[in-house]
């Protein structure tokens, strides 16, 4: 069974939590991308390296031991900070904000750069999979119960350029403690890539609801 | 047809420009681990913040106009250091570090943190798509063609801890433009996570070899 953490913060922390570290991580965010594409000379670069490990020297003085978990607060709002495909401490995650109609539907809109680079100007068609992994997963346990990925199979119908993409999915049908959800990222002329998904509710989570919380 | 560029640096250079870069974005890839795991009081984190926008503008005062793109050297060495999975000026990328056996199978060795994190201590499922797609594709094309993904179907057998993991794949056979290949991950205790995939030679490269280049 999984440790899904108690974080004691009301909402209005929560919020001013996530203004801190989400502008925090924004910085962080932007430094990977510069860390691709600057062509600055190399003494530039070392000083400014030395820079980074002074700056993650000071964040180290009081820090976790190992990574983030998952954290719900009491109005079960959740709290997936180092996730990495949303978590909003982490610097490596678009991140992907995920909109939930309630329904069995989602959708998300995500603006990927430098650092979701595959074939030339590309999406890698691995980010492709993780975004697509984690919305159909989210969308088959959203408000309902506890799923981990079973199978995916995902079909790339063309390439995706980087940039501005719309990323959805929906619930197929349940069967028993399986969800089968279907989902797709779309570029400006259409859809670029297919997923369909098989999610599992683990032996330890059934009947317990969704363990995750309500929202990212 | 995508473009893969050339880059007029000779092996001694390019080994020079990995260990200057390499070291570099290892630095940004220890803070995005600090920034999901700090717990400093706010006084602090916001100078530190401040520290990292400047670095962010230094580096940007000379840099590329869009992503890294895929760049290949005289000797046929590739310089895909942009890229998602493998970049070595990808701070977002774990990185993964790829051996070939020449004869169509490969693996590696990678150790995620807390940046690849999805259910609580366990690598995001979306996580082991991206690190598999990279690898099934790569030995796909390694010293033979360029291939792009078709589809991708990824089988969860268990749970993938955090930590220090093997990813591996082999060439299952050809069929004239598509190339099948199998994978997967495992932990110390075994295969946790099973990948197929096809891979598509497309139009403009067929005939052509392998326009990524030989090496990381």
Do not use: C
């Not at 909402?11 to 062509?39: K, M, P």
């Not at 000071?58 to 180092?82: C, E, F, H, I, N």
């Amino acid at each position: 069974m999984l440790h899904f953490a108690q974080e004691d913060v009301d909402d209005a922390e929560l919020e001013r939590l996530r203004g801190l570290y989400g502008s925090f991580t924004d910085a962080v965010r932007d430094l990977v991308d510069a860390t691709i594409r600057t062509e600055v000379d190399e003494d530039t670069l070392r000083a400014v390296q030395g820079e980074i490990e002074a700056a993650t020297a000071r964040l180290r003085t009081k820090q976790l031991d190992g990574p983030y978990g998952v954290r719900v607060t009491p109005t079960g709002k959740s709290m997936a900070w180092g996730n990495a495909a949303v978590g909003l401490r982490n610097a490596a995650a678009p991140p992907m904000v995920i909109n939930h109609d309630g329904k069995g539907s989602s959708w998300a809109q995500v603006d990927l750069g430098a650092a979701y680079e595959g074939p030339p100007g590309l999406v890698h068609g691995g980010v492709a999979a993780l975004l697509l992994d984690h919305i159909l997963g989210e969308t088959g346990s959203f408000g309902r119960r506890t799923n981990l990925t079973g199978t995916i199979e995902i079909k790339f119908l063309r390439a995706t350029p980087l940039g501005r993409l719309r990323v959805e999915a929906r619930i197929d049908r349940d069967e028993q403690y399986k969800t089968f959800v279907v989902g797709s990222i779309s570029d400006a002329e259409g859809v670029t890539v297919e997923a369909r998904g098989v999610f599992i509710v683990p032996k330890w989570a059934r009947g317990k609801g969704n363990l995750w919380g309500s929202e990212q």
